[in-house]
Structure formats: structure tokens, C-alpha cells
């Protein structure tokens, strides 16, 4: 069964603070998905990395693909109160299936 | 990107009643959807798989006979929770899934059984 850590699970940081969020597995998966959702809504497409060692860039955030493929982090840069929701990596497994880590829950304080 | 819309977006429910749940593909044909069902501030747990004219594929514990999923056509599945019971009281989301391209997901549905 593929799984997916995902920490922290809660995290409450004042508006300006950098943070990371780290997603890990001890399987490979052929690519690797970052969603932000809103509470009562759907989770929202971020980013989708599939080369090992891959770094994608969007605005503040950065993404990482681990080098084996097992691996990935999130880092926002000068965090905002916007940026608060629930962020969600998501492995996508041979089968196509999505595997969801367990969340991470960001509060940004102004 | 493509839309999934879910309807109803909230529904309120006596207990042992049963209700349905559409999630809908609005501009492209699905051959895969997926429903999930998540827990206040946890992550989404896959339920099963829907294909379009085959018997959806269900996750290890979700009882196939309490929730039935239809997916008649390949922008419409459905997902009916049976004899629904306040345990089953939850946020439900769908996906839609074009072959090997991402999955976009519906709105949600949140589930409350009284």
C-alpha cells in the first residue's frame, strides 16, 4: 500500500514568516500533486511534478520533487493571510490513482 | 481547466432515507471518477473508483452496498448513500478524470444525516 506522510499537520505563523511543508513516502510515484482547498470546497490543482529532482516555481511558493521520486516539499516565502487553508500533496500511483497525504493546516496571522 | 460540478452542494437528511449525489463533467467526457470523502480538517480518503459502463472499483472497508455508484455516461456518475445513518454524516468530493491527464474535482457535497 502506498503512503504518504505529510507534516506538519497544523502550523500558525504570523504574516511575513517563510514555512515548508514536507510530503514522504517510501514508494516512487510517477508524479506528484500540491492542492490548496478552501473550507466546503473542492481541492484546487497547484502543481504537478513528475522529474525527480524537478523545482517548480509559483510566486511565493516553491516545489520540490525528491531526486528518487518518493519526495516532495512546499515553501512559501513571506507567508500572508491569504495563503491560509489546507494544503494537500497528492501522489499519483500507477494505477492513477490519487494517494492523498494527510494535510497540512495553515493558519497565517496578520 | 476543465469544470466538475457536484449537486447538491449541502443536503440535510433523515436517518435510514437514502440520497444521491451527481457529479457532473461540464466540458469534457470523463472515463474515470473518483469519490472521496473527507473528515473536518483530514485528508481525503478515496471511497472508489467509477468507469464509465463498468462496476465501480471500491477501496478496502467501504461497503459497495451502502454506497452505490453509477456511471452511466461519460460525464455523469453518481454516488447514493443508502439507508443513510449520522456515522455517514461527512464531506463528499468527486473527480473526473480524462485517461492519463490530471483530475479535476467537483465542489463537494457536505452530508449531514439527522
Known amino acids: 500500500t502506498q503512503l504518504l506522510e505529510q507534516s506538519p499537520q497544523f502550523l500558525s505563523i504570523q504574516e511575513g514568516e517563510n514555512l515548508t511543508v514536507y510530503c514522504n513516502s517510501s514508494?516512487?510515484?510517477?508524479?506528484l500533486q500540491w492542492y490548496r482547498q478552501e473550507p466546503g470546497e473542492g481541492p484546487v490543482l497547484l502543481v504537478t511534478v513528475v522529474t525527480g529532482g524537478e523545482v517548480k516555481k509559483l510566486k511565493r511558493l516553491t516545489f520540490q520533487f525528491g531526486d528518487a521520486r518518493k519526495d516532495s516539499s512546499l515553501h512559501i516565502t513571506a507567508a500572508q493571510p491569504g495563503d491560509t487553508g489546507l494544503y494537500l500533496c497528492a501522489g499519483v500511483s500507477q494505477g492513477g490513482k490519487l494517494i492523498f497525504g494527510q494535510g497540512t493546516e495553515l493558519s497565517v496571522k496578520p | 481547466g476543465a469544470v466538475v460540478s457536484q449537486h447538491p452542494s449541502r443536503v440535510i437528511c433523515k436517518s435510514g432515507t437514502s440520497v444521491k449525489i451527481e457529479c457532473r463533467s461540464l466540458d469534457f467526457q470523463a472515463t474515470t471518477m473518483f469519490w472521496y470523502r473527507q473528515f473536518p480538517k483530514q485528508s481525503l480518503m478515496l471511497m472508489a473508483t467509477s468507469n464509465e459502463g463498468s462496476k465501480a472499483t471500491y477501496e478496502q472497508g467501504v461497503e459497495k452496498d451502502k454506497f452505490l455508484i453509477n456511471h452511466a455516461s461519460l460525464t455523469l456518475s453518481t454516488l447514493t448513500v443508502t439507508s443513510a445513518h449520522p456515522e455517514d454524516s461527512s464531506f463528499y468530493i468527486c473527480s473526473a478524470r480524462v485517461q492519463s491527464t490530471e483530475a479535476f474535482f467537483g465542489q463537494g457535497t457536505r452530508l449531514t444525516v439527522v
Open positions: 514508494s516512487v510515484f510517477s508524479s
